[in-house]
C-alpha cells in the first residue's frame, strides 16, 4: 500500500499562472480532505471530498481555487491566477470512512515567484 | 470560532530530558483529539484520543484526554534526538473536520 501520493513534492509558479496539485488517496480510501500551511501556522482545512461530490468546502478561499474528486483518477486542487500569498505547504489527506482516522500525503509545497 | 491552542510554541531540550506539550481547545462539536509528528515531511499519526482520563502510550511517548477542562497533554521521556519535530495537535469535529493548533516545535540537543 502506497500511502497517500502527492505531487508534484515541489511547485513553482510566477504569478498569474495556474497550479494543479495531484493527490490520490491510499487504496479504499474514499474520503479526500485538502489542508493549507502557511508558514509559521497550523494546518488548516481548506475542503473535504468523496467521489464526484464536494462535501465540505467551508475553508476554500471564495475566489480562483477549486477542487474535484473525479471518479477515477486523482483528487485535483486547481489555483487559478495565483499570488504570493498562495505560497503554502498543501496537504492531502484520505480516510476509509468517517471517524475512522486520517493518513496524511507527504504535501506540495507551492512557491509563487 | 473553533480553536485549538498548543503551549509552547518551542522546546529545546537535552537527550535523556522529559517534555510535556500541552494542547487546550475550544470546539463546539468535539469527536476525538489527535497528535501527530511533522518532521520534513507527512504528519505522521501518534495518538486518537477519545474519552478523559484514559492514557495512552506508544513507546516512550503517552498522552491523556481531560474532556473536562478541554485540554489534552502530550508527553515524551528519554527524549532522543529522533525526536525533534514539530508535534500538532488536532481535534475532530462532527463533520469529520480536523481543526489544528500551531504545533509545538522541539529540538532535542545530544
Known amino acids: 500500500n502506497a500511502g497517500v501520493m502527492q505531487n508534484p513534492r515541489h511547485l513553482v509558479r510566477r504569478r498569474g499562472q495556474e497550479a494543479r496539485l495531484r493527490c490520490s488517496p491510499m487504496k479504499g480510501h474514499s474520503h479526500v480532505y485538502w489542508y493549507r500551511q502557511l508558514p509559521e501556522e497550523g494546518l488548516k482545512f481548506m475542503v473535504y471530498?468523496?467521489?464526484?461530490?464536494?462535501?465540505?468546502e467551508s475553508g476554500m478561499p471564495k475566489e480562483r481555487f477549486s477542487a474535484e474528486f473525479p471518479k477515477e483518477g486523482p483528487s485535483i486542487l486547481r489555483i487559478q491566477q495565483v499570488v504570493r500569498g498562495d505560497s503554502a505547504a498543501y496537504f492531502c489527506?484520505?480516510?476509509?470512512?468517517?471517524?475512522?482516522?486520517?493518513?496524511f500525503g507527504s504535501g506540495t509545497r507551492l512557491t509563487v515567484v | 470560532e473553533d480553536k485549538v491552542v498548543q503551549s509552547p510554541l518551542s522546546l529545546v531540550v537535552h537527550e535523556g530530558d522529559t517534555v510535556t506539550l500541552n494542547c487546550s481547545y475550544e470546539?463546539?462539536?468535539?469527536?476525538?483529539l489527535l497528535w501527530y509528528k511533522q518532521e520534513k515531511k507527512a504528519p505522521t499519526f501518534l495518538f486518537m484520543l477519545t474519552s478523559s482520563g484514559i492514557e495512552k502510550k506508544s513507546g516512550r511517548l503517552s498522552s491523556i484526554l481531560d474532556k473536562k477542562e478541554l485540554f489534552s497533554i502530550l508527553n515524551i521521556t528519554a527524549t532522543q534526538t529522533g525526536d525533534s519535530a514539530i508535534y500538532l495537535c488536532a481535534v475532530e469535529d462532527n463533520t469529520d473536520k480536523l481543526i489544528f493548533g500551531t504545533g509545538t516545535r522541539l529540538q532535542v540537543f545530544p
Open positions: 471530498l468523496q467521489k464526484e461530490n464536494i462535501i465540505d
Open positions: 489527506a484520505s480516510s476509509p470512512s468517517l471517524g475512522n482516522g486520517y493518513t
Open positions: 470546539v463546539t462539536n468535539f469527536r476525538s
